[in-house]
């Protein structure tokens, strides 16, 4: 989950971004907006919130944040860790941020500390954390009509008193039938008794797949709730204990749009865990490119720090001008202090900022995550990373012509029934190994498809549409990684296994295809170690996503880490997470004259297409022309065809 419990019993944020108004203003009138297409907020620690009842505290730092970033609210907190603000202290800060032409609301941690760094929640069969709780939200909702529960409104207790409670349900339906209790009995009914126009906003954290072990209800809550607001650091892919995928920032937004359409409020990132400050700007871009209408910036302490911002290790790219170029912003820095945290998140929402009016609602390839439901965890953010573009739903995407469905879709009970009126209806239908693996005997009646639990280590691919020879998709330089893959059992002719691996002079289907109906049904076979997508020879790479997306306006054909970003007004972005530059192809169906790079506004001309491989069979491709572009380490570009 994070770091040290200390520093960040809290990591989401909400926000968006406003220029700071000349004269104070009510806390009722609309602020003024800083930046065009979103707000900013920035989020105060009950620490902070003490801290900055002082007024020289709160004059000093609220000079150093002011010069560095605009913002248009902040959201202050009342309670966490068994420590309260007083409401003295809470009347003098949103006193002072309101003179400034601030908007302010308020802000809860229901979190009980922890030990070793790892996280605690109240006991909620513990009357004294019970009384806590609700001590805690009826002393904020007392000062704001707004006010969000940072994301610790979880349960992960296991006292006598829970063991005895839980009686024969398992943890995941105690925790969830507790959580909607106290949901109800010890914050929503507390908060509206005391402020009956209070809205009372949920934020959820960034490890959706597992919320509901630790009693998130992702199915209820969200009615519950006023509003919900999504965690979308990611932080560093390798380093860190979950390993989120750079790509879930940008996700998890959309996936949570779908949970609470016109409710989700925005995504909130924090200075945590980075290697370098690129990595803190990506989580700041990503969560823009996903259409959130604020940001919240965590926290107010990081964001206040007279040092410099950790630029941690960023010699390899250092010297090129990359999409955040730390160099230039720090040598056009003229204050006394170093540019800070502040100064980082400023410089990458002003770059969002510049490109969001291009572009418009994100699409992708549907895919459906019940709530509830968890398997190949994380696997949409490894694709994203792939350069496809998801588009995550809790609700089964009936009308798309192409459906996505991972082993989390296994876990509603109608999926078979659902992807035979897909097929029938004449849409396309992926299913992964892990899908498969989770509906065995469901799964029989649209084919006859099934895992022999044996494993075997793929180290050539071949594309084999059809009988007859197949074209290599290994890599061009000839390096074999061997990879392990779970083996699927098939019948020859009945199905077809359009991509092959090769081990040991046998072949294994990577990509199976079958006719049903009207519709076809595609199995792709994972991994066994999902971050091995990331050690697939791109030219196979590729081809899967040919399979995949035949009909995509536009494709990506780059290392991996490389993602795509696409909207329904024909712009996209195309984002580089990699240390070291990146060559990509660009493939836009139909025949443009030219493709307009909007960052920079240069326009790259049509290249020429290869010859077709030998031996390569399959549907006819669809016509189309392809575009080069050259990608800087931790860079992103937009484009949109034409002039």
Known sequence: MRRALAALAMLFLIGGAAALPAQPQPAAAPAVGAYRHFRAAIYLTVSDTRRLADRANFEREFARVSSQLRFDKVYIEAYRDQVFATDEELERVKAWFRERGIQVAGGITLAAGGQGGQFGTFDYENPADRAECERAVRTIARHFDEVILDDFFFYTSKSDADIAARGARSWTQYRLDRMRQVSQQLVLGPARAVNPHVRVIIKYPNWYEHFQGLGYDLDRQPRMFDGIYTGTETRDPEITDQL????????????????????????????????????YAEQLWDTLFARAPQIMLFNWTAMADPGAAREGDRSAWASRRTSFDWDTIRRAWHGEQPPGWARAAGAALDSADAVLGELGRPTGIASYKPVQSSGEDFLHAYLGNLGIPIELSPTFPADADTVLLTEAAAADPQIIARIRARLQAGGRVIVTSGFLAATQDRFQELAEWRLTGRRVLVDQYYDGFGAGNGASLSAPDGERRQILFPEIHFFTNDSWPIIRGVASARGFPMVLMNHYSRGTLLLWTMPENIGDLYNLPQPMVARIKAYLLPAAPVRVDAPSRVALFTYDNGAFIVENYRNEEAEATISIAGTPANLREITTGATLQPAAEPPPAPNRRGPPAPEQRSFRTTLQPHSFQVFRVGG
């Open 244 to 279: 989120l995928q750079q790509y879930e920032s940008y996700e998890i937004i959309r996936y949570f749009d779908n949970v609470a359409p016109g409710r989700n409020g925005g995504g909130w990132v924090d200075t945590y865990s980075t290697r370098s400050i690129d990595r």
